[in-house]
C-alpha cells in the first residue's frame, strides 16, 4: 500500500487534497461554508454534499452508492452544527486507476466497487483539514479481503481481489467508534470478526491524533515519517505561520 498526500493545491478552492492508496489516485476540492439553495437549507445545520467523479466516463449507479457512504460519514465528523443555513461541497475526481485495472476486461483485473472508497474517504478528511472546516474526530480505513483458501488480507492489491470471496471497507474514528462497515461477498460470522479485528488493529497502529481537553483535536509527537500525519502537521504549521510572525519581537 503506498500513500502519496498532498495538500492545498488547488488555489480555487476553500481546501484541495490529493491521495493515492491501493493503485488510486484522487483529487478532493472542499468548497465551504458557502451560500446554499433554499431546498437543500437546513436551519439548524450545515448541509454535507459530495460529487464522486469517474477517471473515465459519467458518474452511474456505483458512483452514487459511493456518494452517499462518504456523505453518511462526513456528517458524523463534521460540526455542521457550527454552520447552519449552510453548504459544505466535497468534489472527488478520480484521475487514476490499478494498473490493469478495467472493469469487465479480459486484459485488466476485476475491480472490486468498495476498492476505492478507502481512498475517497481519506482524500475528503484531507480537503477538509486542509479547508479549515471543524471537525470532530478524525479516521482511518482499511481495505480488508477474504481469500477463497479463507486467508484475510489487509489492503489487497487486485489481484488478491480478483480472487477474494469478499471484500470489506471498515473505517474507526480516532476514538475507537465504528463509522463504516460496507461489505461485498460471501462472509460467516468468523471471517467478520477477522476482518473487524485486522482493522481495528490497523487503526490503532495509525491512530495519529489524541482529544485536547478543550474537545479540539491535537496532534501527537511521535510522528512517523510519511505518515498523513506529517502532511497534516505541516499544513497546520504553515498556517499557524502568520500568527507567529504577528506576536514574534519587532512586528
Same mark, same amino acid.
Given at each position: 500500500?503506498?500513500? +502519496? ?14 491521495? +493515492? ?19 437543500? =437549507?437546513?436551519? =439548524? ?5 459530495? $460529487? ?13 452508492? &459511493? ?13 455542521? /452544527? ?19 485495472? $478495467? ?12 476498492? *476505492?472508497?478507502?481512498? &475517497? ?11 479549515? *472546516? ?40 480516532? =476514538? ?6 460496507? +461489505?461485498?461477498?460471501?462472509?460467516? $460470522? ?15 497502529? =495509525? ?19 510519511? +505518515? ?11 498556517? /499557524? ?11
Amino acid at each position: 500500500m503506498t500513500l +502519496s498526500p498532498s495538500l492545498s493545491h488547488l488555489h480555487r478552492a476553500d481546501g484541495s487534497a490529493t491521495y +493515492s492508496q491501493n493503485g488510486y489516485s484522487i483529487i478532493g476540492a472542499v468548497n465551504g461554508p458557502i451560500e446554499v439553495g433554499r431546498r437543500d =437549507e437546513l436551519p =439548524e445545520e450545515a448541509a454535507v454534499d459530495v $460529487i464522486v467523479r469517474p477517471a473515465v466516463g459519467v458518474a452511474g449507479t456505483k458512483e452514487r452508492h &459511493l456518494e452517499s457512504v462518504v456523505r453518511s460519514t462526513l456528517q458524523h465528523v463534521i460540526l455542521t /452544527q457550527n454552520h447552519p443555513r449552510t453548504l459544505i461541497q466535497v468534489t472527488l475526481q478520480v484521475i487514476r486507476m490499478p494498473d490493469g485495472g $478495467i472493469p469487465n476486461s479480459k486484459k485488466g483485473y476485476y475491480l472490486s466497487p468498495l476498492q *476505492i472508497l478507502p481512498a &475517497l474517504l481519506q482524500t475528503s478528511l484531507l480537503a477538509l483539514l486542509s479547508a479549515s *472546516i471543524p471537525l470532530s474526530t478524525i479516521f482511518t480505513t482499511s481495505l480488508v479481503s477474504i481469500a477463497r483458501n479463507d486467508v484475510p488480507a489487509i489492503n489487497p492489491s487486485p489481484q488478491d481481489l480478483q480472487h477474494a470471496r469478499s471484500t470489506h471497507v471498515v473505517t474507526f474514528s480516532a =476514538e475507537g467508534n465504528l463509522l463504516v462497515a460496507e +461489505s461485498l461477498g460471501d462472509f460467516t $460470522i468468523n471471517d467478520w470478526e477477522q476482518v473487524l479485528g485486522m482493522a481495528s488493529q490497523a487503526a490503532r497502529s =495509525e491512530r495519529e491524533f489524541q482529544r485536547g481537553t478543550d474537545g479540539d483535536v491535537m496532534m501527537v509527537d511521535d510522528a512517523r515519517e510519511g +505518515s498523513l500525519r506529517d502532511f497534516v502537521r505541516n499544513k497546520t504549521e504553515k498556517d /499557524q505561520k502568520w500568527k507567529e510572525e504577528l506576536t514574534s519581537p519587532g512586528i
